[in-house]
DNA sequence: ATTACTAAAAGACGAGTAA
DNA sequence: TTTACTCGTCTTTTAGTAA
């Protein structure tokens, strides 16, 4: 766990543009910013580099540093907390995509009771076994990346047979005001600009979905 | 000036409700959520207390907590960063919904040089004379309502012929990529579940749009 | 059960220094 | 100039205690 000091820091070195290329600072100069000497700004960089936060590149003259994903996706969090704190009119959000194929897979790990179960436990219903997979416009794969907040469900993982099955992330969502949940397995990173919906009933059949079709993935922050 | 220690804790209070109705909590309970002893987490509402950030009453079961106006725009400006932080993230939305019949009324006042010259000007095409009316979703109209931004644009009055004609406000949007711009007349005021679209080409005709059909408007902001 | 004080323990900070 | 180490100092935390 990131104490609120280095927050602090790398949240200071996010506002200087370290999230999206190198920074070039020196300890003596984000200590100055932050009101710390030098050599505690320096070990701040370094905690903030073990934790894989950034990734630093040391030079004569002071030191390249970048956010990582994980380190963004700190900021990320931090910031999320504040939709909560602030909630503003807009905690509504339509993601715009369009009815894609996927490999079906989906429809086995839905089924599994294991997870089936902490699905109807944490979304309300116990969801039809497939999904449906959507690919995403630009606007929608923005919004679907913001989505790491506090409402974000974690599913836990489990053995069975000998095989382990990983824990699974899901967001709650409406289609069409029907309940949905978005489901990100946890394992592999998957794409953003794709998500998988699960439902209490076939979406396919209910709204006569077929490839290309136009959904729109209704979620609240 | 707020240590970070101190912030984290205000936010915490803020994230349990503190901000709108006074919360019961205890320094032992406080400070599991933060990590620390009851000790500490005492000491901290007392910081709190004494920079004015929240007030408090000593109840023998806890104390009640409720931020202050300063310790509610403590936080705001935490947030503030955040925007600078994640700028364009979201900043793409789309409002959603259906084409319905206006006055007709619309056309003749984009008819009107004074005003069209100025469309042109700000929007970068010459509207066509017409306007696209657009009966929101409460989805959308919740972001409607949220456009009073600086991406604003003001599109002067004038007179003509001994009548005055008002200022009328006007946003940029887009339609199926299509460069348009949501009018707003100054004058009256507007619903908000209702936008009027102007556009470069008649709209209903470009993409056969009918009363009933649904459109997507997207804003950025 | 609380809050809040005091004093001991822990941990963070920064000066000095080397590379 | 840097970074990053050590180590003495000092702040912060927490245990113990009282109200």
Redesign the interface.
């Known amino acids: ?1 990131i104490s ?2 280095n ?2 820091c790398l ?1 200071q070195i ?2 200087l543009g370290g ?1 999206s290329d190198p920074i070039l600072i020196s300890s003596q100069m984000l200590g100055e910013e932050l009101g710390f000497s030098p050599q505690t700004a320096s070990r701040r960089l370094k905690d903030l580099e073990v934790a894989g936060l950034l990734e630093r590149r040391l030079l004569p003259q002071g030191q390249e540093v970048l956010l990582t994903e994980a380190g963004i996706q700190v ?2 969090d ?2 999320a ?2 939709h ?3 909630p ?3 905690d ?3 993601m ?1 995509g369009t009815v894609t194929s996927g490999l079906g897979e989906g429809a086995y790990y839905i089924g599994l009771e294991s997870y089936s179960s902490q699905f109807q436990k944490h979304l309300g219903f116990l969801p039809y076994p497939g999904t449906l997979n959507i690919k995403l416009t ?2 929608g794969t ?2 679907r ?2 989505l790491h907040s506090s409402r974000m469900i974690t599913v836990s993982g489990f053995e069975l047979g000998g095989r382990t099955f990983g824990d699974v992330l899901c967001y709650p969502c409406t289609i069409e005001h029907v309940p949905c949940g978005i489901v990100i397995p946890g394992r592999s990173h998957y794409p953003d600009s794709l998500v998988e919906v699960i439902a209490p009933k076939n979406l396919r059949e209910m709204f006569s979905l077929v490839d290309g079709d136009e959904v ?1 993935v ?1 979620v609240t922050m």
Do not use: C, G, N, T
């Open positions: 766990m609120v000091d927050l602090a949240k996010a506002f999230i900021l990320r931090d910031h907390v504040y909560r704190i602030f503003s009119e807009l509504e959000w339509v715009q630009p606007a923005k919004i990346k913001s729109f209704h």
